[in-house]
T-cell receptor, first 119, second 111 residues
Framework: GAVVSQHPSRVICKSGTSVKIECRSLDFQATTMFWYRQFPKQSLMLMATSNEGSKATYEQGVEKDKFLINHASLTLSTLTVTSAHPEDSSFYIC???????????????FGAGTRLSVL | QKEVEQDPGPLSVPEGAIVSLNCTYSNSAFQYFMWYRQYSRKGPELLMYTYSSGNKEDGRFTAQVDKSSKYISLFIRDSQPSDSATYLCAMTYNQGGKLIFGQGTELSVKP
């Protein structure tokens, strides 16, 4: 199956600093990647859809200047949490779609997630 | 009303039991249905993918979709402690569209 790698798995930072999270599709090209946020015992909340070579599409209520997304290549998307504050502490997960198989267009393969703690 | 409703549990069963996990949805346009398993502090992994109504079996797992009732199920036979995780249903109505997730059901299988 398709493999998505997410790095780092855990990050602790001071308030006011910026944190970059990487999401890579290892064995396929992903023209579209997704970024989610998940609070404890809650479902995934879609933050934005990242399209290779174009601007990301953000969900309502998500600050695009706060959560910068770059999808510069077909295998890499990055999420930068700028000027992080304690309320940004959460579990961030990326996913990617593999368009090689027609019926697989709707399947998203997820990374292992990044646990961000802002002190 | 949420588009997708899923009982959050927690659900606790003894090893070897048959587990039934369910989701209901309100949008009749949904056509593609998935079940993901998520272990604690990990990303979700795909378990089952079905299109439209019907059943699909993969080992100990069976996914059912009843579009007339707007109801999907995941059955786990001979449940094992390693099945202890949160199970998320997800669905979408168009090719390549956003996934709409249920809240997730936390399952615990006791040895």
């Amino acid at each position: 199956g398709a493999v998505v790698s997410q790095h780092p798995s855990r990050v602790i930072c001071k308030s006011g600093t910026s944190v970059k999270i990487e999401c890579r599709s290892l064995d396929f090209q992903a023209t579209t990647m997704f970024w989610y946020r998940q609070f404890p015992k809650q479902s995934l909340m879609l933050m934005a859809t990242s399209n290779e070579g174009s601007k990301a599409t953000y969900e309502q209520g998500v600050e695009k200047d706060k959560f910068l997304i770059n999808h510069a290549s077909l295998t890499l998307s990055t999420l930068t949490v700028t000027s992080a504050h304690p309320e940004d502490s959460s579990f961030y997960i990326c996913s990617a779609r593999d368009f090689r198989l027609p019926m697989a267009k709707n399947i998203q393969y997820f990374g292992a997630g990044t646990r961000l703690s802002v002190l | 009303q949420k588009e997708v409703e899923q009982d959050p549990g927690p659900l606790s069963v003894p090893e070897g039991a048959i587990v039934s996990l369910n989701c209901t949805y309100s949008n009749s346009a949904f056509q593609y249905f998935m079940w993901y398993r998520q272990y604690s502090r990990k990303g979700p992994e795909l378990l089952m993918y079905t299109y439209s109504s019907g059943n699909k079996e993969d080992g100990r797992f069976t996914a059912q979709v009843d579009k007339s009732s707007k109801y999907i199920s995941l059955f786990i036979r001979d449940s094992q402690p390693s099945d202890s995780a949160t199970y998320l249903c997800a669905m979408t109505y168009n090719q390549g569209g956003k996934l709409i997730f249920g809240q997730g059901t936390e399952l615990s299988v006791k040895p």
